[in-house]
Structures are given as C-alpha cells and as structure tokens.
C-alpha cells in the first residue's frame, strides 16, 4: 500500500487556505497549491526576514562570540530594545541541537503515513521553533500542526515558538499529552475529507507527496 508524507507545512498551507480571511481566494489557492506540487518559490518578505532571524541567531548561538558580554560592555544607553531581544533568544538556544530531523509512521484506517519535520532546535527536553510576524496576536500559533507533530515524532514534553517582530519578543508553550495522536490524526482526516472535494489537489497530494 502506498505511504503518503505529511509534514506540518503541508497540514497548516491547507489550515490557512480554508481559514483565510485576509488574502484573495485565488491568491491563497495558488499558496496552497504551490505547496500541494512542492515546487520551490521565491521567500516573500515575511519570509524572508524569518530566515534572517534563525540565520542570526544559529551564528551567534553557535559561534565563539560571547553576546551576552558584549551587551553588557555597551554604555546603557547604546543597548537598544533589538539588542536585547537578540540576547534573551540567544540565551534561549544556545548549546541547543541544530535542524535535527523527527519522523514517525502513523496509521489512519488503512492508510499508512510517514509523519516528516525538521527542527529549529532541541535543547535538552524542549524543541524550539524560531518565528518572525509583523503582528503578533496571543496564542498565534495554537492550531499549527507543527508543535503536535514534533512532539509526537519525538516524545519530548515541551515545545517552545519563539517569536519576534525584530524589536520584542514573544513564547507560547506547549505540551506533549496523552491525546496528541488523535489531535493529528484529526487534522489529517480533514485534510483528506477536503481532497475528496478537490479533484486538482487530491492529484497533486497522490502524485507529489508518496513516501519514498
């Protein structure tokens, strides 16, 4: 029986698409289905300043370079509130773990799936995603897949998003609890209930997302 990936950029393209409030309806059909066909395409600045600010932080966390005693030699009135976002979320990281991959088989009916991610990081029991937004609302990320797959992929018991808009920072916390398989499996269910209604996505799902 063929083996379908699921990955938690995959669940949460669908989750925006049908939830999108904000975009055009063709506009966000075309993210989804460009993330349905996996090809590759251009950053978009949201996006773009995300990679800028994991990229920072992995160098300084990851390098030599004491940060935090450079802010501290800085006059006080030269530490700026970017400053110190940057050293709270160094801080956070540092000594951590890297793009590690998690994966783990799960069975729905009988349907098999390979459940995919790779991680910002992994400190001791935490997993830590870093996000960038522009705007940034309490509990922003509460119904990502991402948070749920990992746990469940790895057994951790926390999982931390790290989130900035370049000048402040912002955690939510989560869990790892006794009902996080059914969580994804219901996200999965209705991802593949919605296929059932779209011709063209159900061919790109079929086509570009077997596990090899």
């Known amino acids: 029986m063929t083996k379908y990936l699921i990955t938690p ?12 409030e ?18 590759r395409f251009e950053p978009n600045e949201a996006m773009q300043k995300g990679i800028e600010l994991e990229d920072t932080i992995k160098e300084i966390s990851s390098s030599d370079f004491d940060y935090r ?14 400053d110190l976002t940057m050293l709270h979320l160094v801080d956070i990281v540092k000594g ?12 729905i009916g009988n349907q098999e799936f390979l459940l995919y991610g790779k991680m910002d990081v992994i400190k001791r029991d935490t997993i830590y995603d870093i996000k960038y937004t522009r705007n940034y609302e309490l509990g922003k990320f509460l119904d990502s897949a ?13 999982f931390q998003y ?10 939510e916390d989560y869990h790892n609890h006794i009902n996080i398989e ?19 996505a159900k061919e790109l799902f079929k086509t570009k997302w077997e596990s090899k």
């Open 9 to 20: 950029s995959l669940l949460n393209s669908y989750q925006y698409y049908i939830n999108d």
């Open 22 to 39: 904000f975009k055009s309806p063709a506009d966000s059909r075309a993210d989804f289905l460009k993330t349905l066909s996996r090809e």
């Open 69 to 82: 005693s450079f802010c501290d030699s800085l006059p006080e009135n030269n530490i700026d509130q970017q």
């Open 96 to 107: 951590g773990l890297w793009q590690q991959t998690c994966k783990k088989d799960l069975q």
């Open 146 to 158: 991402q948070h749920l797959i990992y746990l469940y992929c790895t057994g951790l018991p926390k």
């Open 162 to 171: 790290l989130i900035s808009d370049g000048e402040d920072y912002w955690i």
């Open 182 to 200: 059914n969580e994804i499996k219901s996200k999965i269910s209705d991802f593949l209930s919605y296929l059932e209604n779209d011709k063209e």
